[in-house]
């Protein structure tokens, strides 16, 4: 949310300043800005995937967890069959088989969305340079 605030006011702050880039008359500023701004746009989308990825890998975790606990709660004493989904098919599997297979599934998961919130931290440093090196170019010119 912090972010998308930042997002909006650096648009308006863009928007105004394209006015007087243009009346300055300078070409290669108001190039290096355009180049800026098509720049932030990317940073800007690169950072909506990696939110999306990062929304996705924990709802995954959460699955998981909650699978594994349901399935915790069935008495061992018994042996009954269990099947995975795999695809559109179900597989039966041993009940060790299948926690095994949820809790890699689980550290795969950890891992990705530890990598996704160092990739977010990357990208927020980028858009907010970014958008500090528009500023400073529109009001130097």
């Known amino acids: ?18 006015g007087s880039a243009g ?3 300078d070409s290669s500023l108001s190039k290096e800005i355009m180049d800026l701004k098509e720049q ?4 800007a989308k690169d950072m909506n995937i990696v939110q999306a990825s990062v929304m996705t890998a924990e709802k995954s975790l ?3 967890e909650i699978t594994i606990g ?4 069935i008495p061992m004493e018994e042996e009954r069959k269990m099947y995975r989904g795999i695809g559109k098919m179900f597989m039966m599997q041993s009940r060790d088989e299948i926690f095994d297979h949820l809790k890699g599934e689980m550290k795969d998961d950890e891992k990705k969305l530890e990598g996704l919130k160092h990739k977010k931290e990357y990208l ?3 858009i907010k340079s970014q958008q500090q090196n528009i500023i400073e170019l ?4």
């Open 62 to 64: 959460k699955v998981n």
């Open 1 to 18: 949310e912090k972010l998308k605030a930042n997002q909006a006011a650096a648009a308006s702050k863009m928007a105004a300043m394209s």
């Open 138 to 141: 529109s009001t130097s010119g």
């Open 70 to 73: 349901e399935l915790e709660g």
């Open 124 to 126: 927020e440093k980028r």
């Open 40 to 43: 932030l746009r990317t940073s």
């Open 23 to 25: 009346v300055a008359g």
